[in-house]
């Protein structure tokens, strides 16, 4: 790698402007690594393969030390004194899924609504099991849009999401109430054997709830 200032992020961020919370750069290719200087040398396929030479932040060195050259990569970078860092970096699999998946985990906290809606869709439609939490925690997202998919895409997922959905049948919150209900009801069969071993370690007023959905779906405990 050569012994240069790095260089400069030009025309790589959001057409909307520099977001303060950062932006992922998806890259094909990692063509250096620096490990000692804390620098990471990447193509960008939609510059006609030029290469961009970015410094890398501290807390990601760990993550730097799993890249190797030649890995396709996902960079969380972020703009600090006017220079443009790489926070977090998730490497991606050769699988275009697995690929599609890992972009939309990483999209799931975009600060514009659109993108989180979108990778919502994406990771229900995978049936993305290690989204279930930040899905569950978009039951509450505040753009209603944004909600109404998470709710759609823990369907799709089916069982795995039932023990994170079933503390929200006794939420302080109306909706989130309705909404655990309809998800577990909907999930349907897949749902009754974790609703089920969830008895066990639920206080009466959750087993009431579990009972009820339980009832709804025509299962009767034995």
Wanted: charged content about 35%; glycine content about 6%; proline content about 4%.
């Amino acid at each position: 790698m050569a012994n240069e200032a790095p260089a400069k992020l030009i025309s790589i961020g959001p057409k909307s402007g520099t977001k303060k919370d950062g932006f992922n750069l998806v890259t094909e290719n990692v063509t250096a690594i620096n490990l000692e200087a804390r620098q990471i040398e990447v193509e960008l396929l939609a510059y006609d393969g030029k290469t961009v030479l970015m410094d890398v932040s501290e807390e990601a060195v760990e993550d730097l030390q799993k890249i190797k050259i030649g890995d396709g990569a996902t960079l969380r970078v972020v703009e600090e004194d006017g220079k443009r860092i790489v926070k977090s970096f998730r490497i991606r699999s050769k699988d275009p899924s697995i690929q599609r998946a890992d972009a939309a985990l990483q999209d799931l906290t975009d600060s514009h609504w659109l993108n989180r809606k979108h990778a919502i869709e994406v990771l229900g439609e995978l049936r993305v099991e290690a989204a279930v939490k930040p899905l569950v925690e978009m039951l509450s997202d505040e753009v209603g849009d944004v909600r109404q998919r998470a709710y759609e895409s823990l369907i799709k997922i089916g069982a795995p999401c039932v023990p994170d959905v079933i503390p929200f049948l006794v939420s302080d919150e109306d909706d989130l109430r309705q909404s655990a209900t309809e998800i577990l009801r909907k999930i349907g069969k897949p749902a009754v054997e974790p609703l089920a071993l969830a008895l066990g370690e639920a206080d009466e007023k959750l087993q009431k709830r579990i009972m009820k959905v339980l009832d709804r779906m025509g299962y009767k405990r034995k």
